[in-house]
């Protein structure tokens, strides 16, 4: 029945489109034009679906069920620690809980605290359908990702990678922009957020301290910019070898269908990840050498943190960069010229 119903559909728009064309008042025949958009069906006031989409490319038997499996491969179905500690306070729930982030995006805003947070589940990110043609997801989020540190600019990801973006991204300006000075007081709290995933693929809002190796200039990495690129390009790439699709863990089928040659069986593509990690360590080291940072060991394993006092800016701005370049946890690849540039040019400056 429903099927029958859409096939009517389809056929009332071809209808119109065919009656649409035959009223033209004749004249010169002009050049032809760009395809025009689907006509309105008429029949319900919602516009006709584009004939060659089918809501069962994504509404077919299992591949709803199939969505499920890999999801329960994803942290974001346990919300493990970020839910329990961030989802119900107001100023944090709004990327931390499905409550919190479903309010914001309907309402821009979250209401107040929230006592029962979950994680995230399918309409965290599916809302409502608006066009529902090919391209529609009905994510709840698409447009160029507005900063939560509006010195950092708005960053357009790309469709729906604005989603992830909404997300993870900074929530504070590098110290040079949110406090400009010679010095800077740094709280145990100076770094972008454990998030900045999206405003390092956009090249933007680490502390740019000048140094011999020049920045690419914002929104232009080839990862951001390529068919295929992008958060869901390497996350979500299709689901094998229990990578891709909606486990949201890079596959590597991606990054080896888009650089060709000889495949690669881990992340770290031009020993870049090690190269990171290490120019991270050695950036550390000066770190806590000059005092800025802090070293906590329990049960064997070393953490660290920003050490509060007022320091001169450069030093905070070092401080900031490490922070932001290790939560990222891609260790540089998702934008490696960016990651190596601010690398070199803050280890430089602490000399
Ligand atoms: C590009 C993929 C895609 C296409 C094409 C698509 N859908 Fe969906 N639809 C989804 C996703 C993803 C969800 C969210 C799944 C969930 O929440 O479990 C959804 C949810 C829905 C829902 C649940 C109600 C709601 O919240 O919107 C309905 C009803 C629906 N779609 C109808 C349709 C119809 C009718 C068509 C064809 C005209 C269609 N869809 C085409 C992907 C698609
Ligand atoms: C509503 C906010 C929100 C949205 C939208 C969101 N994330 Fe996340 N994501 C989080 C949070 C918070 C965590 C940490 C979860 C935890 O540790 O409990 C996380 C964890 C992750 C992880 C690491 C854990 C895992 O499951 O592998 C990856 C990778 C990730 N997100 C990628 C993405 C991508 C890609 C998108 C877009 C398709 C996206 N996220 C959309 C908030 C979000
Ligand atoms: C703009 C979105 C955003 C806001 C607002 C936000 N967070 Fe987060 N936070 C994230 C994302 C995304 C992650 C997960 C990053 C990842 O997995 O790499 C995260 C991770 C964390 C983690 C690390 C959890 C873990 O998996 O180890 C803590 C702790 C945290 N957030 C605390 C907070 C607190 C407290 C607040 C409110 C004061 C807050 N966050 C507000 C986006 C946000
Ligand atoms: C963290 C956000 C997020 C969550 C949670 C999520 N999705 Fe999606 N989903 C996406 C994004 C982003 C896309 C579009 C991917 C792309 O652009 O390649 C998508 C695409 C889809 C599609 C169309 C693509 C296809 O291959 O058929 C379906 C169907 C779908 N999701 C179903 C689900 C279901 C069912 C769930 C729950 C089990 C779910 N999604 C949970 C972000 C999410
Ligand atoms: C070029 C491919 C690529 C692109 C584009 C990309 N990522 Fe990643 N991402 C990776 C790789 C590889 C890792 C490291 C995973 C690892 O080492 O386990 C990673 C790590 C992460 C992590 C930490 C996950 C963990 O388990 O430690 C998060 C969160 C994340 N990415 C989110 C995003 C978001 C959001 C975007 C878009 C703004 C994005 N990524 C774009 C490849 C990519
Ligand atoms: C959409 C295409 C595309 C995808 C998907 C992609 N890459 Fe790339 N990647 C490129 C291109 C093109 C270059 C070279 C140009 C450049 O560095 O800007 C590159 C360069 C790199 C570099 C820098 C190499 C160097 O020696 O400087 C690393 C590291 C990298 N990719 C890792 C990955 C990983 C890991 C994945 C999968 C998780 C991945 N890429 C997915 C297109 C892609």
């Given at each position: 029945?429903?099927?029958?119903?859409?096939?009517?559909?389809?056929?009332?728009?071809?209808?119109?489109?065919?009656?649409?064309?035959?009223?033209?008042?004749?004249?010169?025949?002009?050049?032809a034009?760009?395809?025009?958009?689907?006509?309105?069906d008429?029949?319900?006031?919602?516009?006709?679906?584009?004939?060659?989409?089918?809501?069962?490319?994504?509404?077919?038997?299992?591949?709803?069920?199939?969505?499920?499996?890999?999801?329960?491969?994803?942290?974001?179905?346990?919300?493990?620690?970020?839910?329990?500690?961030?989802?119900?306070?107001?100023?944090c729930?709004?990327?931390?809980?499905?409550?919190?982030?479903?309010?914001?995006?309907?309402?821009g805003s979250?209401?107040?605290?929230?006592?029962?947070?979950?994680?995230?589940?399918?309409n965290?990110?599916?809302?409502?359908?608006?066009?529902?043609?090919?391209?529609?997801?009905a994510?709840?989020?698409?447009d160029?990702?507005?900063?939560v540190?509006?010195?950092n600019?708005?960053?357009?990801?790309?469709?729906?990678?604005n989603?992830c973006?909404?997300?993870?991204?900074?929530?504070?300006?590098?110290?040079?922009?949110?406090?400009?000075?010679?010095?800077f007081?740094?709280?145990?709290?100076?770094?972008?957020h454990?998030?900045?995933?999206?405003?390092?693929?956009?090249?933007?809002?680490?502390?740019?301290?000048?140094?011999?190796?020049?920045?690419?200039a914002?929104?232009?990495?080839t990862?951001?910019?390529?068919?295929?690129?992008?958060?869901?390009?390497?996350?979500?790439?299709?689901?094998?070898?229990?990578?891709?699709?909606?486990?949201?863990?890079?596959?590597?089928?991606?990054?080896?269908?888009?650089?060709?040659?000889?495949p690669?069986t881990?992340?770290?593509?031009g020993?870049?990840?090690k190269?990171?990690?290490?120019?991270?360590?050695?950036?550390?080291?000066?770190?806590?050498?000059?005092?800025?940072?802090?070293?906590?060991?329990?049960?064997?394993?070393?953490?660290?943190?920003?050490?509060?006092?007022?320091?001169?800016?450069?030093?905070?701005?070092?401080?900031?960069?490490?922070?932001?370049?290790?939560?990222?946890?891609?260790?540089?690849?998702?934008?490696?010229?960016y990651?190596?540039?601010?690398?070199?040019?803050?280890?430089?400056?602490l000399?």
């Amino acid at each position: 029945m429903k099927y029958n119903s859409f096939l009517k559909l389809i056929l009332f728009g071809f209808i119109c489109a065919f009656m649409a064309t035959s009223c033209v008042k004749e004249g010169p025949v002009g050049p032809a034009g760009l395809d025009g958009k689907d006509g309105k069906d008429g029949i319900n006031g919602r516009d006709g679906v584009d004939g060659k989409v089918t809501c069962q490319v994504c509404h077919s038997g299992t591949n709803m069920e199939q969505k499920q499996r890999e999801f329960a491969m994803s942290i974001h179905s346990s919300g493990a620690i970020a839910v329990d500690y961030a989802g119900g306070r107001a100023s944090c729930a709004r990327c931390h809980s499905h409550e919190g982030f479903t309010q914001f995006s309907v309402f821009g805003s979250v209401a107040g605290d929230i006592t029962n947070p979950s994680a995230w589940k399918c309409n965290t990110c599916h809302g409502l359908h608006k066009s529902f043609e090919g391209d529609d997801y009905a994510l709840r989020k698409i447009d160029p990702v507005v900063p939560v540190a509006a010195a950092n600019g708005v960053m357009d990801l790309k469709g729906n990678n604005n989603l992830c973006g909404t997300c993870h991204q900074s929530r504070s300006a590098e110290p040079g922009t949110a406090a400009p000075g010679t010095n800077f007081t740094l709280t145990v709290r100076t770094y972008p957020h454990y998030s900045a995933q999206s405003n390092i693929l956009f090249g933007n809002g680490l502390s740019e301290i000048p140094g011999s190796v020049a920045y690419p200039a914002k929104g232009t990495s080839t990862h951001l910019t390529m068919a295929g690129g992008s958060c869901t390009g390497c996350h979500m790439g299709t689901f094998s070898a229990r990578q891709g699709g909606h486990t949201f863990i890079p596959s590597l089928k991606s990054c080896n269908d888009c650089h060709g040659g000889t495949p690669i069986t881990n992340y770290n593509y031009g020993g870049v990840q090690k190269d990171t990690q290490e120019k991270l360590d050695q950036l550390r080291d000066k770190l806590l050498a000059i005092g800025v940072i802090t070293k906590t060991t329990v049960d064997g394993v070393d953490s660290y943190a920003p050490k509060p006092g007022s320091v001169p800016m450069v030093q905070a701005q070092a401080v900031y960069n490490y922070f932001g370049i290790k939560y990222d946890r891609s260790l540089g690849v998702h934008n490696p010229k960016y990651v190596k540039a601010i690398l070199a040019n803050t280890i430089d400056a602490l000399k």
